[in-house]
């Protein structure tokens, strides 16, 4: 005869089916803040970094001034022919950023976007939906803009006649690329031409445009040709009002100001620990309640010769089990939330794998915390009070 251990912290949680659910429920509210919190951080530093990753370039010129990409500082467009004459240096595009008011046509109302600009012929963007499109770009005040603009900006089909900077604009085309917090409602592009048109003679306010100056330079440097070693050597060689570096390292520098300089990354670290925090008070008091229901079988065990580590044993599995069963509901509500939200704001919200893996440790941690703490009741039972 074989014998086998009954699943006492799988019985104890189930005896109850009503119990239970409302115990899933609060595990589940638990690791969906933590989802919505992280996954709003997340998605503050992909949707940053969006643009940059689909520019076409090895190497990365700035303004020294500029230390994010949403800074208009610009620099003398002449750096980048110099650097376009040095070993290694196979190409050199020029781009213009610049943010405008878009005129919804609906309700007539202007709202914020960005601009990107650059000669049609440069292969800048490596969104194919782009490099598909450049002819459109070639006809005066046209634009392709984001299918992942903001719902505030109106329709955004080509063939839709609206103003952009208060002058006459047709969209000609779409991309699907997605906003972030520095972008305003979305991503507009046109050619480097129409870029003069509209903003070569802006208010008082605001200084004027040329393409004498660039907002970023992109180089392409050879197949074989070592990028460190040419960004070393533009350093030394080329004036110092503009900063060479990687477009690695223009993406860790990105990345850098948003963790670091801005109160966002901060607030959403802290709702993610608070909702931790959250999550393990909910547990303690769902294992703690338990404990106590089961207090006199828990003393009959101690008066049986079982040891405290045997019945720690069990709470923490039925913490486990909560872990697992309550991560599991929390998880597909955050994936659909994730999507509507993104629908919603055009913003990076991703469900990557690790990120997901992430939450579950949190979630595993954060139920062996709480069993940890309600099991001491049980450690401290005597059995003569229980039967005395």
Known sequence: MIFRRTPLAWLNLTHNRRKLLTSLGGVAFAVLLMFIFTGFQNALFDSQLQVIDRLNADIILTSKLKYAMFIPDSFARRRLYQARAFEGVTAAYPLYISDAAWKNVDDGKTRPVRVLAFNPQDPVLTLPEVQAQVNQLQLPDTVLIDLKSRSEVGPILPGTVTELAERRVEVVGNYSLGTDFASGNGN???????????????????????????????????????????????????????????????????????????????????????????GVILVYQILYTDVADHWAEYATLKAMGYRNLFLLGIVLQEAILLSILGFIPGFCISVILYQQTSEATGLLMQMLPHRAMTIFVLTFLMCLVSGAIAVRKVQATDPAEVFG
Not at 188 to 208: H, I, K, W
Not at 217 to 240: H, N
Not at 244 to 257: G, I, N, P, W
Request: aromatic content about 10%.
């Open 188 to 278: 507009l592009v046109m050619s480097d031409q129409n870029f003069l048109r509209y903003f070569a003679n802006r208010g008082p306010e605001e200084d004027p445009r040329s393409l004498g100056t660039v907002d970023i330079g992109l180089l392409k440097v050879a197949p074989e040709a070592d990028a460190q070693s040419i960004v070393e050597t533009l350093s030394r060689a080329l004036p110092t009002d503009i900063t060479v570096m990687t477009k690695a390292d223009f993406v860790d520098q990105e990345l850098t100001y948003w963790q670091e300089n801005t109160t966002i990354g901060f607030v959403f670290t802290l709702l993610t620990t608070m909702s931790f925090i959250v």
